[in-house]
């Protein structure tokens, strides 16, 4: 089993340029979760999915879009990048909310 | 709203117990867990408190007070590969489901 993947691993975007960070679990869990770590400031949710099809968002949403069109996949969409969506990424998955498998991240720049 | 409070940065020798603590404010309390995450990695799961009380698992340890809106983490005979970041967390259960909300970490510093 691969557990959580995330792709791309690293990725560099000028200010204003859109991109999907893909999600992918093969545990069949039933949550899916999206968040952003910035030094000091530990794991923020932005966005989480309890099921295909349903979304929910988190502590910072804003900036952010989601879709769960399958269960083993979430994606996380940057419409128009900003700098201070300079981050690392992790998504994760469970069964239940307190025991969660995060994926190995995506280090994001926007320049 | 969810406020957690851990402390920024504990250090200790091999062969130490070191005590993590964390204190919360949550508007509905259902339990604790706590992550490590290393340098570069993604974080992983230790333990989760959904009641009072001790919860070992090697050589680490949860303990969870309600009554104090406390708990912490202690990590045993210390070796240097517990160098890395420890996180407490609380799950939030609304109408739209259940997510986990984390403190900002606890960088644990091993020494030879």
């Known amino acids: 089993n691969a557990g959580v993947t995330q792709t791309p691993k690293f990725r560099v975007l000028k200010t204003g340029q859109s991109m999907t960070l893909l999600c992918a679990q093969d545990?069949?869990?039933?949550?899916m979760y999206w968040y952003r770590q910035d030094p000091g400031m530990g794991l923020r949710l932005i966005h989480y999915s309890v099921g295909e099809g349903t979304t929910a968002k988190g502590e910072v949403p804003d900036g952010y879009n989601v879709s769960r069109l399958k269960k083993q996949n979430f994606l996380l969409g940057l419409e128009s990048a900003a700098p201070s969506q300079t981050s690392v990424y992790f998504c994760?998955?469970?069964?239940?909310?307190?025991?969660?498998?995060f994926g190995p991240g995506t280090r994001l720049t926007v320049t | 709203g969810q406020s957690l409070e851990q402390p920024s940065e504990v250090t200790a020798v091999e062969g130490a117990i070191v005590q993590i603590n964390c204190t919360y404010q949550?508007?509905?309390?259902?339990?604790l867990s706590w992550y490590q995450q290393h340098d570069g990695g993604a974080p992983t799961f230790l333990s989760y408190n959904g009641l009072d009380g001790l919860e070992e698992t090697g050589r680490f340890s949860s303990f969870l007070s309600r009554s104090d809106s406390y708990g912490y983490l202690l990590l045993q005979e210390l070796q240097m590969k517990d160098s890395a970041s420890y996180f407490c967390a609380v799950p939030q259960y609304n109408q739209a489901g259940t997510a986990l909300i984390f403190g900002k970490g606890t960088t644990l510093s091993v020494s030879s």
């Open positions: 994760a998955s469970s069964w239940t909310g307190p025991e969660q498998y």
């Open positions: 949550t508007s509905g309390f259902y339990g």
């Open positions: 545990m069949n869990h039933e949550y």
